[in-house]
């Protein structure tokens, strides 16, 4: 079944709302304050205020633009046509196109009036002001995004931990197939995460807050990156050896550290430990031995910019724990 969202309900109550007020006031063409209300509700408030503003001006701009091609041509289609044919590429100048719609109906308005005076001219700003207030005002109730957002955290955070356990067993035990379906789980659920934090940051009319979220989402991105290539990695191990055990019980510890609130400079010096360990190691006998040892090495190094990329963002977003 349909759900009703908040946005249809605001646009319903809106219309109706900007309608009574300019029917109320005496205006002409009052029904016309419905269909601008319409145009402006968005699903944001900043995007709502955008518009409106955009609106607004594509209309004074309108009006100027009828004032000049009714005086020269008269009230007649040929006008219309040459006025559309100078006015719609005068938005995409201004980058105010979207305010096309909304101009049109104005241009109608005084096309079917064929007169142009003070008091007719106000009476179309007048509409447009109830409108495109209606929208603003509606526009004020968004409900908050931040229990969507903490629910991406927490299925994000929870796939990550899910990709290390199952990369700690393919080092253990090495398999050519090791496909990991909470990957690709994970890119629709960041993709889905990242748009609903831009919706949450466009919810204020003023950068109020930080990006805190965003930047999250975008941290787990760009560490999502280095988990493919670590992945295509362990893809090629044959066979496991004492360092692939080894770190496979630090991918196996490391999924239980992946809050962003801890920092990444224990699993910074314990890699480096392991490091260290692996150079002190004998060299490969085999072939085998000396493709894993090289595998293991190149995890190392892609762990280490995973790493620091959390440990960055910690000390930007939790400088006190």
């Known amino acids: 079944m349909y759900r009703i969202g908040s946005r249809v309900v605001k646009t319903a109550f809106g219309s109706a709302l900007a309608i009574f007020i300019a029917q109320s006031i005496g205006v002409n063409f009052y029904s016309s304050a419905g269909i601008i209300a319409i145009l402006c509700i968005q699903p944001t408030r900043r995007r709502s205020l955008e518009t409106a503003i955009r609106r607004f001006l594509a209309c004074i701009l309108n009006i100027i633009f009828c004032l000049f091609f009714f005086y020269l041509f008269g009230y007649t289609a040929v006008a219309i046509g040459l006025l559309l044919l100078f006015f719609i590429p005068s938005l995409v100048m201004f980058k105010i196109q979207e305010g096309v719609i909304s101009s049109s109906v104005i241009m109608l308005h005084l096309y079917n009036l064929e007169k142009i005076t003070v008091p007719i001219i106000l009476n179309e700003i007048i509409v447009i002001v ?164 090289a595998a293991v090495l190149t995890i190392i190094h892609e762990m280490e910019s995973f790493l620091i990329m959390k440990s960055k963002f910690k000390g930007k977003y939790f400088k006190v724990d």
Do not use: W
């Open 130 to 293: 109830i409108g495109i207030g209606v929208a603003l005002l509606c526009n004020l109730y968004m409900p908050s995004l931040d229990d969507q957002i903490k629910s991406f955290k927490v299925k994000i955070d929870s796939k990550f931990c899910f990709i290390f356990e199952k990369i700690s067993i393919y080092l253990k035990e090495p398999s050519n197939k090791c496909f990991l379906e909470e990957y690709e789980e994970t890119v629709i659920l960041l993709q889905k995460a990242k748009n609903t934090s831009k919706l949450e940051i466009d919810n204020h009319y003023f950068k109020l807050r930080n990006d805190e979220d965003y930047e999250y989402f975008l941290l787990r991105e760009r560490q999502l990156e280095v988990i493919y290539r670590i992945i295509k990695t362990v893809c090629n191990i044959k066979v496991s050896n004492e360092q692939s055990h080894i770190l496979s019980k630090f991918f196996n510890d490391l999924s239980y550290s992946i809050n962003p609130k801890i920092s990444g400079t224990i699993c910074l010096h314990q890699l480096e430990e392991i490091y260290q360990m692996f150079r002190s190691m004998p060299l490969p006998q085999t072939a085998d031995d000396f493709e894993t040892r």
